[in-house]
């Protein structure tokens, strides 16, 4: 009964969350590019920079640090291909909704051998035979049905976002078999434990890449900023472009 009920529920606040995206972001039916990117809520925006970065300087760079530090390349990577690996079902599903039947095979592929031959997913074989890693989120399947971005907005303690991509985000965290599994099994503890890793692995992957852009900045608002837009299109187009920028969901 407790299991229909929460399943009920995660099906009509997806279903809502759907509904509350498409009427946001109906009226941009246009991507931005770097020159012309929305940012009506800059001033805003900017203090939530300052916001942020001052609790990555404090907390979560010191942590990123820490981890690099205990932990050897060879762990970090193992780390990473195992939430890559729990990740998978995401990514399918997102593949499918684009309509990209070739890359869900190859998602769904990698999930099958690195889960049976690479232990669970700490090792990455499909890599290594030649099926790469593709992130996917709903924020790329919005933006293939043709969804513009929407406004830049700076998501206090998440970072870059967009409208659209912001509200992929919700989507996908709902739709996470994962989650709607440990939660009905009242697991919840693992699901945020999963969140926490995911975080500090990908904040120690970008340790030298922030602190060029702070070093290096005119501006660190618009670098942040450019770079997002820059990584989110290269992604979009499944291309290796882009520059790396603080996004925490890339695994």
């Not at 090792?123 to 996917?136: T, V, Y």
Request: one cysteine or more.
């Amino acid at each position: 009964m407790v299991f229909k009920i929460q399943k009920k529920r995660i099906i009509s606040g997806l279903f809502i969350s759907v509904l509350a995206l498409f009427f946001i972001t109906a009226c941009s039916n246009k991507t931005n590019t770097d020159s012309e990117i929305y940012d009506p809520l800059e001033s805003s925006n900017r203090r939530t920079l300052k916001v942020n970065d001052a609790l990555d300087r404090a907390i979560l760079e010191p942590v990123a640090k820490g981890y690099r530090a205990v932990t050897p390349e060879a762990g970090r990577t193992v780390v990473r291909n195992f939430l890559r690996n729990l990740n998978s079902p995401i990514v399918i599903g997102n593949e499918l909704l684009q309509g990209d039947f070739k890359g869900a095979g190859n998602a769904t592929a990698r999930v099958i051998i690195n889960t049976l031959a690479g232990f669970g997913g700490i090792l990455d074989l499909a890599a290594e035979g030649g099926i790469e890693h593709q992130p996917e989120d709903f924020g790329q399947t919005l933006a293939k049905w043709g969804v513009g971005d929407g406004l830049y907005v700076m998501l206090p303690l998440f970072g870059p976002s967009t409208l659209r991509d912001a509200s992929g985000k919700l989507v996908d965290s709902y739709a996470d078999p994962l989650r709607i599994y440990l939660f009905n099994i009242d697991e919840e503890h693992l699901h945020y434990t999963r969140l926490g890793a995911g975080v500090v692995s990908q904040r120690e992957d970008l340790i030298e890449v922030i602190n060029d852009l702070r070093k290096n900045s005119f501006d660190y608002y618009a670098a942040i900023r450019s770079a997002y837009y820059q990584k989110r299109q290269a992604l979009i187009n499944d291309s290796n472009g882009g520059a790396e920028i603080p996004d925490y969901d890339d695994f």
